[in-house]
């Protein structure tokens, strides 16, 4: 069975520029998610989608990042325009449904 | 809100020690527990969960981890450990039951855990 796919591993980008990421979850799971985790953290979710509809997007900064899962399978997250503070590995997970999640490898994003 | 506390942040130890590693939590509901291993280069794999049954749970690789409700702790144990158990262990936290449909997983910091052969 495939796991979770993403891309890019890595992208170093400098301030004010644009980013995105892609997710492609393990197939037939219907929920999505996006988790940031900074240098000595644990994973924070930023956002949760539940087949294409967001279930919760609390803590996404709505301001510069957006995300999107259009046909319900594959996502993107975006990043516009990058800080220095975004700087952090973005990891996507994916579920059956409340179960247990499965963790893509992430993307690096250093903002210089 | 939910909060997850890992007592140690980096743990060394010789190979064929025993190992325990704390993790606390507060949430005010019933909740589903999860330890996650990422070894060096790889991504974050699921070692143990705890929903309900029986506390004590066994994971892959020898690893155990026992539910305290009183306690609201969630340690994780082996009894042996060996060079391969280098990695960075996360203790998770997610509700078991949302009305909203959100289950986001809460992590603890992290712990290193550093296995001299």
């Known amino acids: 069975e495939a796991g979770v796919a993403q891309s890019p591993r890595y992208k170093i980008i400098e301030k004010r520029q644009s980013v995105a990421f892609w997710c492609n979850p393990i197939?037939?799971?219907?929920?999505l998610y996006w988790y940031q985790q900074i240098l000595g953290q644990g994973p924070k979710l930023l956002i949760q989608?539940?087949?294409?509809?967001?279930?919760?997007d609390s803590q996404l900064p709505k301001d510069r990042f957006s995300a999107e899962r259009l046909k319900g399978v594959d996502s993107t997250l975006k990043i516009q325009p990058a800080k220095l503070e975004d700087s952090a590995v973005y990891l996507c997970a994916s579920s059956l449904m409340a179960e247990v999640q499965y963790f893509g490898a992430g993307t690096r994003l250093s903002v210089l | 809100a939910q909060s997850v506390s890992q007592h140690n942040h980096h743990v060394i130890l010789s190979e064929a020690a025993s190992l325990e590693l704390g993790c606390n939590y507060s949430?005010?509901?019933?909740?589903?527990l999860f330890w996650y291993v990422q070894y060096p280069g790889q991504h974050l794999q699921l070692l143990l969960k705890y929903f309900s049954g029986d506390p004590l749970v066994k994971g892959i690789k020898g690893f155990e981890a026992e539910f305290i409700k009183s306690k609201f702790s969630f340690n994780l144990r082996k009894p042996s450990v060996q060079w391969s158990d280098t990695a960075e262990y996360f203790c998770?936290?997610?509700?078991?039951?949302?009305?909203?449909?959100?289950?986001?997983?809460?992590f603890g910091k992290g712990t290193k855990l550093s296995v001299i052969p």
């Open positions: 949430y005010g509901g019933t909740v589903n």
């Open positions: 197939s037939g799971h219907a929920t």
């Open positions: 998770a936290v997610s509700p078991s039951y949302s009305g909203a449909g959100s289950y986001q997983l809460t």
């Open positions: 989608f539940q087949n294409n509809g967001v279930v919760d």
